[in-house]
Every structure is written in structure tokens, then in C-alpha cells.
């Protein structure tokens, strides 16, 4: 669709480029890994898929940010949950999986919609939520980090939509 | 006024203990510098005389301070007359670093100058400059604003805020009539959420290519992402997609990589190299359909259409686990 010499962010071939690298990379893992077969559940796959994207986009910016460390974090976290679960099939072992789960999330902000204590509007803690890893920033390290999440996503967005096309044409 | 403040000063502070004196320098500190707003040159020598009184034999912790810092502030004032830039001094520095109370001395002595610069000037005039990033950041107050250490601080942060704004309505499609704090964030809000929804969306979509699909393909898909041409394998665009697939196989995708390996030598046609590994991917599981896979291979290397629509159907009969032979 669009050229590669478009600017698309820092630097800006290869953040596109590495993106689609990863990102097919992570496909091809998630194929091979699991046998999805045709009438599998589509739901599942899709999850997969959804989780591929995202942490092919962390993957590539890797841990100079704030949100890429947190999608990072809880990916691993959820590899050591799913590890529990398989261990042990018990419904014990379940609660306890999502109990971890529970405790690495952020806790800070309960769904209110009012003013902070801290002075934040209910626009900025919407910002926060939709952000990963920013619960505990400042203003200014909040529109920093959202500005380099926007930039991932937007270039992310472009990399499948460009598969999309690929794959529907062929 | 001044003059009581003087001759009642006197008395008590040689006669008395130490807490009247502290609690009287302390209301005589206020009062100075309440009269230093109104007229400085008048009270100059009082000021110096109340200076040198002040600190008394016996007690002398906090006056030193008192007495350095009056004096420094009772220049700047003086000079400031001259020039309306305010200048924030090294010690005006520690003072503000070392405690608050001076932050409203600072006020009130800068106030007192700010009066003088009666004008509202512009912003254009001298802008605020972080001159140096020591531990503090030494910021020049603009004309005819205030100069406290914590406006001037918080006028830091806001101008970070606004140019981070200003950065993330560039990146923001429809954002450049927007002006304002909330309606901002109401757009990048909106923004964020539908780039996640898109992402779902398309995987979503993925999800459901995906069994049709094999991802050995994906070099082509890179080939044809990066615009190259594919029409027939020319041997330009094979030799791209070649350096494109080392390219990817950078990530060590090991057996494809390894097939790869064996077939750089021969003049061996891309696709067939393709072929050749996805089959070996498949072929693990099941090896019975030897005889069939070579009569295709043939089959396909001798048909010169675009051979992407076989190798897609070919591989997806295989992820299928069945032989249906689409041609």
C-alpha cells in the first residue's frame, strides 16, 4: 500500500520493516506451535493472533519504553499462568493462575470517571487505561509515551492491513 | 513606623531571653520587608542599621543566613530598577532549594521590583531559558510575569505539556483545528481506541485467513509489500525475493532455513525452494503422499502462470490433511 520510504516514525524504514519481520515471524511460531485446523475456533486463533501483534510491536521496541515493557511483562506473566494451568488441571490451581493474573495488574485506578486526588481529569486516567504501563507517570511522561504507543500502533495497523490484502488477493 | 520598630527592637533584645528575640526578628523580618515594597530608598540605611542590630551576640544560628541573604536581596532590587529582567542568582538558587520560607521572601522582594515594570510586556521579550540543566533549571522569568520558584517551575512544566501536545497533533490525523488541553486528549483518546479496535479487526481477519494459508509464503508477501513487481520470476525479482527471505530467515526459522541452504548452490527457481521447504514442514507428520508431491512439483514447475494461487492451494491442502488436489 503504502511505499516504504514513508516516514513512519523514528527512524523510518526500519520500524515498519522490523514490524513485519516480527510480526510474521510471531505468526509462523503460532502456526507451528499449535495445529489450527480449519474448524477449530476461530476465536482462539484470533486471540493468538491479537497477542502476535502486539507483542511483535514490544518485541521490536523492545524496552526502551514504558509500554512495551509492561505488554512484555504481561505476556510473560500470562506464559507463567497458562504453564500453572497446564501443570495442574485442578480448579485450584485456577484461581491461583488468575490470582496472578489479578496481582500483576495495576490496581491504581478504580473506574471513576471524576477528578483524581492527584488532579487528573477522567480524561487522563482514560489514558492511562488505554496506555500500558503508564498508571504511575506524570502528565508529561503520559503524552510522551502515548505518542510513541500511537506511532507502534499506527505503523502496526498499516503492517496487517497490508497482509490483509496480501492474503485476500491471493 | 520603623524607627519604634528600631528602639523596641533594642530593649528587649538585650534584656530578655532568647524566645522574645526570635519571635520579635521574625515580626521585624516581616515588617522590613513589607516597608521594602513601598519605598527602598528611603529605608535603605534604616534597613542596614536593623541589619546590624539584628544579629545579636548571644544568638546567632539563624541570623548569618538572614543577614547574607538580605543583603543580597537588597541589591538585586535596586539594581533591578535598571534593568526589568529578573535575574534568579546562584543563592537565590540554594535559597530555593534549601527551604520555602525564603520562597516567600523571594516573592515578595521580586514583587516589589515587578512594580516598577509596571508595563505588561509581550512575550516576545526575554523568553525562559533553561540555561543550564544542573540539579535545578535555571529559568529566566518573562516580563511581567511572576517569579516565584513555583510558578516558574510549574510555567516549565506547562510549556513540556503544550510542546508534547503540540508533537502528538502532528501524529493525530484532524487534530489541527483543535485547540485546548481537553479537546485534545478527547481526540487522542478517540484515537487510541480506534487504532486498538482496528488492530482486533484485523486480526480477526487474519485469524480467519489464516488455515487457507501457509506462512512460507510470507517471503513473498515481503517481496510483494515492498512493491516489487510479481508477475513472473524474472530473475531480478527472484533475486530479491532471495536476499529478502535471507532477509527474514534472520530470525531463525530453522528448517526452512537449512532447505534454503541446501538449494543456494543450484540454479534452483525460487518458488520450487518454497515448495520444497513447506513440503518438508508438512512432510513430517505424513509421509505417504511422496509419489503425489513430485508429480505436482513437476507439474508446477512446467505450468508458467503465476505460480502463487498453486503453491496457496497446494500447501492449504496440506495444512487441510487432505489431498485435494485443487489445479
Known amino acids: 500500500m503504502s511505499p516504504p520510504q514513508q516516514p513512519s516514525s523514528t527512524n523510518p524504514n526500519s520500524l515498519k520493516i522490523r514490524l513485519t519481520h516480527r510480526f510474521l515471524h510471531n505468526l509462523n511460531n503460532l502456526n507451528k506451535k499449535r495445529s489450527n485446523l480449519d474448524n477449530t475456533q476461530i476465536h482462539q486463533r484470533y486471540n493468538r493472533v491479537k497477542l502476535a501483534a502486539y507483542a511483535s510491536m514490544a518485541h521490536v521496541v523492545g524496552s526502551r519504553r514504558a509500554w512495551s515493557r509492561a505488554i512484555l511483562w504481561k505476556i510473560r506473566n500470562r506464559k507463567v499462568s497458562t504453564r500453572h494451568k497446564r501443570v495442574d488441571h485442578k480448579p485450584t490451581n485456577h484461581h491461583h493462575a488468575r490470582s496472578i493474573k489479578r496481582r500483576t495488574t495495576n490496581h491504581s485506578n478504580p473506574k471513576r470517571e471524576y477528578v483524581d486526588p492527584n488532579g487528573n481529569s477522567g480524561q487522563e486516567v482514560k489514558l492511562r487505561k488505554l496506555v500500558p504501563g503508564v498508571e504511575t507517570m506524570d502528565a508529561c511522561g503520559l503524552l510522551d509515551e502515548t505518542a510513541d504507543y500511537i506511532k507502534c500502533l499506527a505503523t502496526q495497523v498499516e503492517v496487517m492491513r497490508n497482509l490483509v490484502d496480501l492474503f485476500s488477493t491471493i | ?327
Not at chain 2, 532471495?242 to 537449512?258: A, C, K
Request: with cysteine; net charge neutral; aromatic share 6%.
Open chain 2, 1 to 327: 513606623m520603623l524607627h519604634c520598630h528600631y528602639t523596641t527592637m533594642n530593649i528587649p533584645g538585650n534584656t530578655s531571653g532568647t524566645d522574645v528575640s526570635v519571635l520579635e526578628r521574625q515580626q521585624a523580618r516581616m515588617k522590613w520587608r513589607q516597608q521594602q515594597q513601598q519605598g527602598l530608598s528611603n529605608d535603605d540605611h534604616c534597613f542596614r542599621g536593623l541589619v546590624e542590630i539584628k544579629p545579636d551576640p548571644g544568638l546567632q544560628y539563624g541570623w548569618p543566613d538572614f543577614s547574607d541573604a538580605c543583603q543580597d536581596q537588597l541589591i538585586p532590587p535596586l539594581v533591578a530598577d535598571h534593568n526589568l529582567k529578573k535575574r534568579k542568582t546562584h543563592e537565590d538558587h540554594k535559597q530555593k532549594a534549601v527551604s520555602k520560607e525564603n520562597g516567600v521572601k523571594d516573592k515578595k522582594i521580586k514583587r516589589c521590583s515587578e512594580e516598577n515594570s509596571t508595563e505588561t510586556s509581550p512575550k516576545e521579550k526575554p523568553k525562559a531559558v533553561e540555561t543550564q540543566k544542573q540539579e535545578y533549571i535555571h529559568v529566566r522569568a518573562r516580563r511581567g510575569q511572576a517569579t516565584d520558584s513555583h510558578s516558574l517551575a510549574e510555567r516549565v512544566r506547562r510549556e513540556k505539556i503544550s510542546e508534547r501536545m503540540k508533537y502528538l497533533q502532528d501524529l493525530v490525523p484532524g487534530c489541527n483545528k483543535i485547540t485546548g488541553k481537553a479537546g485534545m486528549l478527547d481526540e487522542i483518546i478517540n484515537y487510541v481506541q480506534s487504532l486498538q479496535k482496528q488492530v482486533e479487526f484485523l486480526s480477526m481477519k487474519l485469524a480467519t485467513l489464516q488455515p487457507r494459508l501457509d506462512f512460507d509464503i510470507d517471503s513473498l508477501i515481503m517481496k510483494e509489500m515492498f512493491e516489487v513487481p510479481a508477475i513472473g520470476y524474472s530473475s531480478e525479482v527472484a533475486n530479491s525475493t532471495y536476499f529478502q527471505v535471507n532477509s527474514l530467515l534472520e530470525m531463525g526459522n530453522s528448517p526452512i532455513d537449512t532447505m534454503l541452504r541446501r538449494s543456494i548452490g543450484g540454479p534452483v527457481s525460487i518458488p520450487e525452494t518454497f515448495v520444497v521447504s513447506s513440503c518438508f514442514n508438512q512432510m513430517q507428520p505424513g509421509v505417504t503422499w511422496d509419489g503425489d508431491l513430485h508429480n505436482l512439483y513437476r507439474m508446477e514447475i512446467q505450468q508458467e502462470s503465476t505460480t502463487i494461487p498453486f503453491q496457496h492451494k497446494f500447501t492449504g491442502s496440506y495444512e487441510g490433511s487432505n489431498l485435494k488436489m485443487e489445479l
